[in-house]
């Protein structure tokens, strides 16, 4: 038995597809199938049936890949505790960032990087925060920028900022002769938000129905570029996080007045991880750098 077997294990149980969990794994198709029963074989016990096309994988064939999955963490982390001790600041690093902060804190924080730690390689990875709680879970991430709170995990959070929310409104919009905006002013008011799958759509869902706003029923969008869009042709407002500003004359921000709503931001890994030097590293960056554009655009707002 070797780890490379316990990945293709892994990779069938999630995929169900040969073909699929081959490519995944860089490998031909002939090459898992064979590696597959060879453990079978190791082990003793049938883990995937084959009918044709048609895979099914056993009771014991599921147990077997959870269980895998925990060996293939655990020689992640004896790798990466070796690394830490010769460098702390070098080597691979997988960040998850979910997409309402990705596009723009990840554009401040990697020149900071390049110059706080330059011997650190990140690999950088975009998803919603349901699918990077998964990854980082089975150890394919080892950090996630991200919003908190979050439903009960074993993971450590560490808070980072608090970023504000400002009233996004077309620039014909009666709002934008206002210096500022109130959350009474979303009284009555139907509110442009994300798809379902957004931690963003649940937070402005949130002050919605706590200042008598609801959702536009015609639409939900997919980022906040398109939200932006919307905004911009008059179709309706919304509220965008304060790093998400950028000029644009179609579009007016306004900053609430107190109490102003915001959202708190922060960092999310393992118990165990050996890389905790470097996430303290990191972020310290991202304060750095959200602090300097959070003055900017407060300033523009």
């Known amino acids: 038995m070797n780890l490379r077997d316990l990945e293709y294990l892994i990779a069938l149980t999630e995929e169900r597809h040969f073909h699929r969990a081959a490519e995944r794994c860089f490998v031909s198709q002939p090459t898992l199938s064979a590696q597959i029963k060879k453990l079978e074989q190791e082990l003793g016990v049938t883990l995937v049936e084959r009918n044709g096309r048609q895979i099914a994988i056993t009771d014991v064939g599921e147990a077997v890949a959870e269980q895998a999955r925990r060996v293939i963490t655990e020689a992640k982390a004896v790798k990466q505790v070796a690394r830490s001790y010769a460098d702390p600041l070098a080597g691979d690093l997988a960040i998850g960032v979910i997409p309402t902060i990705a596009p723009y804190l990840l554009p401040l924080l990697i020149p900071q990087l390049r110059r706080r730690a330059p011997q650190l390689r990140l690999f950088l990875h975009e998803y919603q925060t349901a699918i990077l709680l998964e990854r980082l879970a089975r150890a394919e991430l ?57 931690c963003l759509r649940g937070q402005a869902l949130d002050i919605c129905l706590q200042s008598g706003a609801s959702e536009y029923g015609g639409f939900r969008a997919s980022s906040l570029e398109t939200l932006r869009q919307m905004v911009a042709e008059g179709i309706g407002i919304t509220l965008m996080p304060a790093l998400a500003l950028h000029g644009r004359a179609a579009v007016r921000y306004l900053p609430f007045h107190a109490p102003v709503p915001n959202r708190r931001v922060g960092l999310l890994y393992r118990r165990a991880s050996p890389r905790i030097s470097a996430f303290n590293v990191i972020g310290e960056a991202i304060n750095h750098c959200v602090a300097e554009r959070l003055s900017i655009a407060q300033r523009h707002s």
């Open 142 to 198: 080892d950090l996630l920028i991200l919003a908190l709170p979050l439903e009960p995990h074993n993971f450590v959070e560490r808070d980072l900022y608090r970023e504000p929310f400002l009233l996004a409104v077309s620039a014909d919009d009666p709002l934008a002769q206002q210096p500022e905006a109130q959350l009474t002013d979303l009284d009555q008011r139907e509110v442009l938000l994300l798809e379902e799958g957004h």
